[in-house]
T-cell receptor, first 110, second 114 residues
């Protein structure tokens, strides 16, 4: 079971870079890591996905070291609107793909 | 693009009543799943399906039934509603292990059991 571990919560001031780390000690060689963002009263939405090294899009960057036992979601210069819960999922087989866990609650402070 | 569509968005039930939450997706996804989310908590997997005719239990299946007669539809049935089932329910779909299993969610169904 490719389970993940994340911090329960984080606080950050506006304008700072935020890094959220996810541990996944048991993923297979070809498994992807996907991060989702959830605002209150909404379903989670995809923000970034990676397999190795670094991936960047208009929202975030994802760093996956060579040993792939962890990954880090990086949000540059956060704003109040980035306050949300962030979930890390490691791809697996069957239902292993589907467990979200508690996520990391990010609070951005003015 | 419709994506994942859930109905109803809001529902109030009396204890002991039964009801069905409907979920449909138009992306031809093999995987579909139902989650519940209690206030301030994470998503908990209720039931899931990896294809038409196949369903399985998640973390919290008691009190719920599902069926998957078509690829598009995955209804969730509450057999005898209890106040403990008051929650927000999310339906989701994905392509499985294609494209890293990116999961797409519906807008949620708010259920209150009184």
């Amino acid at each position: 079971l490719a389970k993940t571990t994340q911090p329960i919560s984080m606080d950050s001031y506006e304008g700072q870079e935020v890094n959220i780390t996810c541990s996944h000690n048991n993923i297979a060689t070809n498994d992807y890591i996907t991060w989702y963002q959830q605002f209150p009263s909404q379903g989670p939405r995809f923000i970034i996905q990676g397999y190795k090294t670094k991936v960047t899009n208009e929202v975030a960057s994802l760093f996956i070291p060579a040993d792939r036992k962890s990954s880090t979601l990086s949000l540059p210069r956060v704003s109040l609107s980035d306050t949300a819960v962030y979930y890390c999922l490691a791809e697996g087989t069957g239902a292993n793909n589907l467990f979200f866990g508690t996520g990391t609650r990010l609070t951005v402070i003015p | 693009n419709a994506g994942v569509t859930q109905t109803p968005k809001f529902q109030v039930l009396k204890t002991g009543q039964s009801m069905t939450l409907q979920c449909a997706q138009d992306m031809n996804h093999e995987y579909m799943s139902w989650y519940r989310q209690d206030p301030g908590m994470g998503l908990r997997l209720i039931h899931y399906s990896v294809g038409a005719g196949i369903t399985d239990q998640g973390e919290v299946p008691n009190g719920y039934n599902v069926s998957r007669s078509t690829t598009e539809d995955f209804p969730l049935r509450l057999l005898s509603a209890a106040p403990s089932q008051t929650s927000v329910y999310f339906c989701a779909s994905s392509r499985g292990q294609v494209d890293g299993n990116t999961i797409y969610f519906g807008e949620g169904s708010w259920l209150t059991v009184v």
